[in-house]
T-cell receptor, first 116, second 113 residues
Framework: DTGVSQNPRHKITKRGQNVTFRCDPISEHNRLYWYRQTLGQGPEFLTYFQNEAQLEKSRLLSDRFSAERPKGSFSTLEIQRTEQGDSAMYLC??????????????FGSGTQLSVL | AQSVTQLDSHVSVSEGTPVLLRCNYSSSYSPSLFWYVQHPNKGLQLLLKYTSAATLVKGINGFEAEFKKSETSFHLTKPSAHMSDAAEYFCVLGDFGNEKLTFGTGTRLTIIP
């Protein structure tokens, strides 16, 4: 499968624990995005990378959240001291801007986080 | 401020009848607009996109959308619904470089056999 891969598919954790999610983008895609989707809502932008550089972060991304993309390949999203309000589907997407445009994002199936 | 409003949270149509999913947008500049579909346990998939070329945009699986600047609308249509069209549909607004997408709240489409 050459699509965007996210692991794990599901994560259940207790409040106060740390969790880390992984995203493997489509090979050669230089951009990688993280979105969060809560029940009954559309996805909300969290952050994005161009290669290894994190170029923008949403106000939704509190200091308990950190994202990395070492070497411009896979990315990790870590949430420290999880809260019940962090329960959501975390979506990763990737795209290529090599043609000078950025018109199509490819999304993974997401990681569903439940904080008890 | 950028925003997108999907006017119906749930639409039900009979198989073989037309589909209309409504979307209005607000943007301070010429927008990029998209429709994405989300099937259960699958990733979001791009149906079609408008990027200031033709106002009538054709997408995959027989869907199309018309950009109407005067009405700030970008409604999604399909002439004949198929059972496989049952899914959640999102109208999406892009910023200048489409780095940040603003999603609507979604419309759940149900197809009645």
């Amino acid at each position: 499968d050459t699509g965007v891969s996210q692991n794990p598919r599901h994560k259940i954790t207790k409040r106060g624990q740390n969790v880390t999610f992984r995203c493997d983008p489509i090979s050669e895609h230089n951009r990688l995005y993280w979105y969060r989707q809560t029940l009954g809502q559309g996805p909300e932008f969290l952050t994005y990378f161009q290669n290894e550089a994190q170029l923008e972060k949403s106000r939704l991304l509190s200091d308990r959240f950190s994202a990395e993309r070492p070497k411009g390949s896979f990315s990790t999203l870590e949430i420290q001291r999880t809260e019940q309000g962090d329960s959501a589907m975390y979506l990763c997407a990737s795209s290529s801007t090599t043609g000078g445009t950025n018109e199509k994002l490819f999304f993974g199936s997401g990681t569903q986080l439940s904080v008890l | 401020a950028q925003s997108v409003t999907q006017l119906d949270s749930h639409v039900s149509v009979s198989e073989g009848t037309p589909v209309l999913l409504r979307c209005n947008y607000s943007s301070s500049y010429s927008p990029s607009l998209f429709w994405y579909v989300q099937h259960p346990n699958k990733g979001l998939q791009l149906l079609l996109k408008y990027t200031s070329a033709a106002t009538l945009v054709k997408g995959i699986n027989g869907f199309e959308a018309e950009f109407k600047k005067s009405e700030t609308s970008f409604h999604l249509t399909k002439p004949s619904a198929h059972m496989s069209d049952a899914a959640e549909y999102f109208c999406v607004l892009g910023d200048f470089g489409n780095e940040k997408l603003t999603f609507g709240t979604g419309t759940r489409l149900t197809i009645i056999p």
